[in-house]
């Protein structure tokens, strides 16, 4: 560490060429928390689907609706420990681009079938009330500023007209990347004021008794519904959610491809950096030697520099990315339910820094190691 303040000397001789340098790695490092933050919340769907439950949709297409009637039907199955239904609604509010999911939900197993997600029960009884009532998300909420009593227009563009709803309650979710931005009403209101596609749902959710009984319950389902009207894919709530997450591409290979690059053609920049600043200072690095510093302590001399600019990049990098997650929730909000910068790509992003550091400064810490003082004094 006594050697520190000439290492960053020597970095600053050159302010402009290793500001940029150490930009370079900031930008790389800001766009690899981007890329690691949008995967894990395109994965938190996944990641914290209830391993006890199924999702029944019509083997068409999940728009395709199922006939409510069904409901009992799969009650009956062994293994089947309760079961409820949602529909879609589609409604805007105030702009097309003000997108949430509003689901018309079975008010008399939502909060048994998804536990995880909490209303205060003072709220789901008022909601329970009120015919034209809604549970919103804490995030949604927090979004467009409502609160509990404040009434809410959504134009439906699928049943049309407007629709008018009160805030009776706001639900919260555990474990924390719950998805909190979903819009709940009454599904007995939707079915009585649309005019059409009444008595059909979009899609079941079953619980089990035990995850082990997921393909037995899962077959079982869609054999009792086969060669009907209605044929039913069935699967769980995880591969669903994996399903639905591959209609957007492999977000895997998409970070891989592109931080590869990145990180490549940063080995390159830093490289050549480091390349340079050794034919600059050669006859420093000579006198190092001369005074009796052993080539050890020259090539780490070097790489330490390598080094710091990768870390001073790294770091800048990340906690610009780390400060700008809430601003960027905000711009996908809607679109992604939950975003946010792990510890551990933190600690990833740096390890990544580290090894671009390193590898970038072997080649020049072996050149400084190799010099003879001779041939260094003589170019001087």
Known sequence: MK???????????????????????????????????????FNQGVNIAGADRLVVINKVSIIQPLPIADRDHILRIPGVKNITFDIWFGGVYQDPKNFFPQFAIDTANQRIVFPELHVPDDQWKAFLGDREGAIVGASTAKRFGWK????????????????????????????????????????????????????????????????????????????????????????????????????????EFLILAIGGVVFFTLLLVTGNTMAIAVRERLGELAVFKAIGFSDRFVSLFVLGESLLISLLGGIIGLALCKLAMPGIGDALRGMLPFIALPVSTLAVGLGVAIAVGLLAGILPATSAMRLRVVDALRRV
């Open 148 to 251: 509990i009593g404040d009434r809410i227009p959504l134009q439906a563009p699928i049943y049309g007209g407007t629709w008018e709803f009160n805030i009776d309650g706001i639900y919260t979710g555990t474990p924390q990347a719950s998805d909190l931005t979903q819009f709940w009403l009454h599904y007995d209101y939707l079915d009585e004021r649309r005019q059409f596609g009444k008595g059909m749902i979009g899609w079941y959710t079953v619980k089990m008794d035990s995850p082990d009984d997921a393909t037995r319950v899962a077959a079982a389902i869609d054999s009792m519904f086969a060669n009907s009207p209605y044929e039913t894919k069935t699967e769980t709530e995880k591969a669903m959610a994996g399903s639905f997450v591959k209609q957007f591409g492999n977000i």
């Open 3 to 41: 050697f520190f303040p000439l290492i960053l000397a020597n970095l600053f001789r050159k302010k402009l060429r290793t500001t940029l340098t150490v930009g370079s790695f900031a930008v790389a490092l800001f766009l690899f928390g981007l890329l690691a933050a949008i995967r894990a919340s």
